[in-house]
């Protein structure tokens, strides 16, 4: 949600006090003390009310083909990758928690294992934890490998510009990439489907700016195949920006930084350019989206 929102450039303001929606779900928002749960219903909402809209561009097919793709991710792709973060390696996600104090390891794990018991009973509830973890993993990977086939050598999901089923993939995808080391989803997206990887850190570096991404994390070591060196990826012309955001209260500036210089040129397989002008050639669509 918070993706969409950033792509749309509206201000908006983070409350951490864990408070549900009335009916007891998350994400939700209240705009002028008016309160909407539901990643979808929510963006209805916005588009109704504040006329913002990132899907003005696509035709009625291309719509239909997005609303089946984030319901993809949204309904089952969210469930294999949470089994991996929750489940299958409880004890590194435990490890990333940000938790301080003198009780912060005990918090960690009491609060790290709370939430494997919820999503483990939620997943047997949808259906998808009555699998064994080899069933749940061939799913993932099925669903990975659509979006990779999905997207291609595009920009985005549905072309050249971003549209809302882009804010949806992004944040299902971003665990694969920045936090779950080592794992089954890490190595796809970081190997056989760099695309998707290519893809993540396009929308990281043009709406997440403040995250640092070390280059380490486009590499991954492949212990089985005996390999003595991870085997990097190309720089990707990665960069950090922590004064992006200067205010809650003020819109975020899309525009303000622009990736380092790459030391030599680069492009992938297919031939297209890794090291895409996407902070300086497409900062026009987010002025589009307010007329």
């Not at 239909?64 to 319901?71: G, H, P």
């Not at 009780?103 to 009973?121: A, E, F, N, P």
């Not at 990826?233 to 922590?242: A, Q, R, T, V």
């Amino acid at each position: 949600m918070e993706t969409y929102l950033r792509m749309v450039d509206l201000p908006y303001q983070n409350y951490f006090d864990g408070k549900l929606s009335p009916q007891g779900k998350m994400p939700w928002i209240e705009y002028n003390q008016e309160q909407v749960c539901g990643s979808e219903f929510i963006i209805d909402f916005l588009e109704e009310r504040l006329g913002v809209s990132l899907n003005k561009s696509l035709t009625a097919q291309e719509k239909a083909v997005s609303r089946a793709v984030t319901k993809m991710v949204e309904e089952h792709f969210y469930w294999t990758i949470a089994y991996c973060q929750w489940v299958d390696n409880l004890e590194e996600t435990q490890k990333m928690l940000a938790v301080s104090g003198p009780l912060s390891d005990l918090l960690k794990w009491i609060l790290s294992h709370l939430t494997g018991g919820i999503v483990k009973r939620e997943m047997y509830g949808h259906g998808i934890g009555r699998f064994s973890k080899e069933e749940v993993y061939a799913l993932m990977e099925k669903d990975m490998r659509t979006l990779a086939t999905l997207l291609g050598d595009k920009k985005y999901l549905m072309g050249s510009k971003l549209s809302t089923v882009d804010a949806a993939v992004f944040s299902h995808l971003a665990p694969a990439m920045w936090t779950l080391p080592g794992t089954r989803p890490e190595q796809l997206i970081k190997g056989e489907l760099i695309n998707l990887a290519m893809y993540c850190e396009r929308i990281r570096r043009r709406f997440w700016p403040e995250w640092f991404v070390d280059l380490e994390d486009f590499c991954y070591s492949d212990s089985t195949e005996g390999s003595d060196s991870p085997s990097k990826l190309p720089d990707l012309g990665l960069y950090s920006g922590s004064d992006t955001f200067q205010d809650c209260t003020q819109s975020h500036s899309l525009h303000t930084h622009t990736p380092q210089e790459p030391p030599s040129p680069g492009s992938d397989p297919t031939g297209h350019s890794l090291y895409d002008s996407d902070m300086d050639t497409e900062c026009s669509e987010m002025d589009q989206l307010k007329c």
